[in-house]
T-cell receptor, first 112, second 114 residues
Framework: DAGITQSPRHKVTETGTPVTLRCHQTENHRYMYWYRQDPGHGLRLIHYSYGVKDTDKGEVSDGYSVSRSKTEDFLLTLESATSSQTSVYFC???????????FGPGTRLTVT | GENVEQHPSTLSVQEGDSAVIKCTYSDSASNYFPWYKQELGKRPQLIIDIRSNVGEKKDQRIAVTLNKTAKHFSLHITETQPEDSAVYFCAASRGMDSNYQLIWGAGTKLIIKP
């Protein structure tokens, strides 16, 4: 599983509160991605990183921010959680220049 | 923008029969086409992939075919077994300088009936 972990694995939070999800990898992969997965939509890219402090927006970035201060850690922050952000969030990495992405175990986030 | 369409959204087949899932893509610069399997509650995992310089690739009971002219590719599973029940996602690479982004299909839920 390419040494990718996510924390927390489950979280319930209230509308309007900030939430930070963490992705940690031990493979020294350069590229990291945050996706959300919702029924009928597959995997949608939120933000991605192509190196330390180098990040860019994906297709569904509104309401999310990211940071990458170290190669191994990629943080996703919901500044003010909304019910529409209830989802399963997956982190992925790519490190061999082959396009093959390796996924973390996911975080199930519920916003009430 | 670029997209990947995947059909069908649900596929139910008898155990032992074959299953075929199809995807079409729009980005003419795509040159890498993976298939991921996601079991219930688990992470997506790569099961097979193909690059644009080949038309077909096989790995035991699974195979992928690619038609670059028509911009479509398919996953074939033969002699289906209960453990093949899962959601399958296709994807296509974005063009060069895309930081290795993939464009994902919406997924196919494969149900194997005993």
């Amino acid at each position: 599983d390419a040494g990718i972990t996510q924390s927390p694995r489950h979280k319930v939070t209230e509308t309007g509160t900030p939430v930070t999800l963490r992705c940690h990898q031990t493979e020294n992969h350069r590229y990291m991605y945050w996706y959300r997965q919702d029924p009928g939509h597959g995997l949608r890219l939120i933000h991605y990183s192509y190196g330390v402090k180098d990040t860019d927006k994906g297709e569904v970035s509104d309401g999310y921010s990211v940071s990458r201060s170290k190669t191994e850690d990629f943080l996703l922050t919901l500044e003010s959680a909304t019910s529409s952000q209830t989802s399963v969030y997956f982190c992925a990495t790519e490190g061999r220049g082959t396009y093959e992405q390796y996924f973390g175990p996911g975080t199930r986030l519920t916003v009430t | 923008g670029e997209n990947v369409e995947q059909h069908p959204s649900t596929l139910s087949v008898q155990e032992g029969d074959s299953a075929v899932i199809k995807c079409t893509y729009s980005d003419s610069a795509s040159n890498y086409f993976p298939w991921y399997k996601q079991e219930l509650g688990k992470r997506p995992q790569l099961i097979i992939d193909i690059r644009s310089n080949v038309g077909e690739k096989k790995d035991q009971r699974i195979a992928v075919t690619l038609n670059k002219t028509a911009k479509h590719f398919s996953l074939h599973i033969t002699e289906t077994q209960p453990e093949d029940s899962a959601v399958y996602f296709c994807a296509a690479s974005r063009g060069m300088d895309s930081n290795y982004q993939l464009i994902w299909g919406a997924g196919t839920k494969l149900i194997i009936k005993p």
